[in-house]
């Protein structure tokens, strides 16, 4: 089946850095990508939605300046938090849609745990 | 309001019992998925359903367009199936998913 990849899995950071995380499709290409937050025990929140080429569209109550997608092939998507905090610190998913007869189908990355300390 | 409803929230049962989780939507569907998450956090795919039934190993899913409702069967449930099950939908004319809440299942040796 299709495969999404994440990395990094796991990140580590200081107060103020920014750290970048990657989600590529592997063996198709995803014309759109959504980014979704998770904090413990709760369900998914849909971040973002990148389609390849052009600006991601944001969730109400999500920072765009804060939280910068780029989704420059049809490939890859970047989410990079900027200046993150510790207030950050949440597990980070994304999820890749091909288009035509397979566009309701999301593949999900393994996910990247973001702690700021 | 477009709505997913997960039940039960929370599942507890023995090694080798038949498990169902129900996931319940308040309009029309484009596509109903159900999601596994292990305690490491990724997100496996399990199903994708528009409608009838599909069946993977020891995993079944149904979905009844016109109530609404999906079920995911586990038969000869195992340890290993302890995860968070969740379901998720595309309502018609939309692109992003909405999500249930979780069932978190827990099968005892």
């Known amino acids: 089946g299709a495969v999404v990849s994440q990395h990094p899995s796991r990140v580590i950071c200081k107060s103020g850095t920014s750290v970048k995380i990657e989600c590529r499709s592997l063996d198709f290409q995803a014309t759109t990508m959504f980014w979704y937050r998770q904090f413990p025990k709760q369900s998914l929140m849909l971040m973002a939605t990148s389609n390849e080429g052009s600006k991601a569209t944001y969730e109400q109550g999500v920072e765009k300046d804060k939280f910068l997608i780029n989704h420059a092939s049809l490939t890859l998507s970047t989410l990079t938090v900027t200046s993150a905090h510790p207030e950050d610190s949440s597990f980070y998913i994304c999820s890749a849609r091909a288009g035509g007869f397979a566009k309701n189908i999301q593949y999900f990355g393994a996910g990247t745990r973001l702690s700021v300390l | 309001k477009n709505e997913v409803e997960q039940s039960p929230q929370n599942l507890t049962a023995q090694e080798g019992e038949f498990i169902t989780i129900n996931c319940s939507y308040s309009?029309?569907?484009?596509?109903l998925h159900w999601l596994q998450q292990h305690p490491g956090g990724g997100i496996v795919s399990l199903f994708m359903l528009s409608s009838g039934k599909k069946k993977h190993g020891r995993l079944i899913a149904t979905i009844n367009i016109q109530e609404k409702h999906s079920s995911l069967h586990i038969t000869a449930s195992h340890p290993r199936d302890s995860a968070v099950y969740i379901c998720a939908v595309t309502f018609q004319g939309a692109q992003k998913l909405v999500f249930g809440q979780g069932t978190r299942l827990t099968i005892n040796p």
């Open positions: 309009v029309g569907i484009s596509a």
